[in-house]
């Protein structure tokens, strides 16, 4: 699923192009929405909810989309070939006088009023990115499931809403926690975490691009995130990847086993990179 970086800036483009302008044409090419039609409607503002996108209309409506893996957004001037995507992926169309936005493969999508999003977003935790962004909540939720692995724990959205794979892999390697160890095994670590996984994403707004390193260059942009294999950049020793979390649910998870090492024994299924030949690793210091 996309991070919340990546929402966020979604949110800003659509807020730019739609923002107080009143749409000539609103279209949903979805069964259960396609006989609504948005046109003659205001656009009040655009806002990320986590990885939620809130479009806020004057009537007192809000509509919600979800990326979740293959959803965008796409912004065209008028009269400019649309290229996010075979037509029949198209699910809405937003168009104003100057600017046309569509989303391809959106999910989620649903009209609530504005008042009653709660019933949406509610169930999030604080947002990493948000003007409400409280840290000490935060903790409090995580610290409520102590035996959860700490890589699970801050990819649930409802401790801390934003939080994608690749921030959570990312922010792991550089406050050298292991990805399957208890979150009650870190506790001491968990403020500086969250708030290392805050300051990336922060330092990635504005741009699509996604670098932890502070380097832009492919191959360079990542410290363990799609390296597995490959000597880590700090000791050399080759980065190991793990499937992490519920059943169906799973998410790669990529670490340095020796700047990452356990400190209470922890036994995922690691590979090198090769796949078809998973093996446990078990690394307590």
Known sequence: MPEGDTVWLAAERM???????????????LPQLA????????????????KHLLL?????????????MDGSWHIYRPGTRWRGGPAHDVRIVLAT??????????????????????????????????????????????RGHPDEQVGVAILDQRNLAGIGNLYKVESLFLAGVHPWARVADVDERLAPLVERAQRLMRANLGHPEQSTTGDLRRGSDHWV??????????CRTPILMGDQGPHLQERVTCWCPRCQAARSPVDPQARTGEPGRPRPVATPR
């Open 56 to 68: 806020r209309l004057a009537d007192g409506r809000t509509l919600r989309t979800h990326f979740r």
């Open 225 to 234: 995130y799609g390296r597995t294999g490959k000597p880590c950049r700090r």
């Open 15 to 29: 807020r730019t192009a739609l923002a107080g302008a009143t749409l000539r044409r609103g279209e949903f090419r």
């Open 97 to 142: 006088d100057e600017w046309e936005c569509v989303g391809y493969r959106l999910h989620d999508v649903e009209f609530v009023p504005t008042s009653e999003e709660d019933r949406l977003v509610g169930h999030l935790g604080p947002d990493i990115l948000g003007p409400d962004w409280d840290l000490e909540e935060a903790l409090r939720r995580l």
């Open 35 to 50: 006989a609504l039609d948005l046109t003659g409607a205001t656009v009040t503002e655009v806002v990320p909810r986590g």
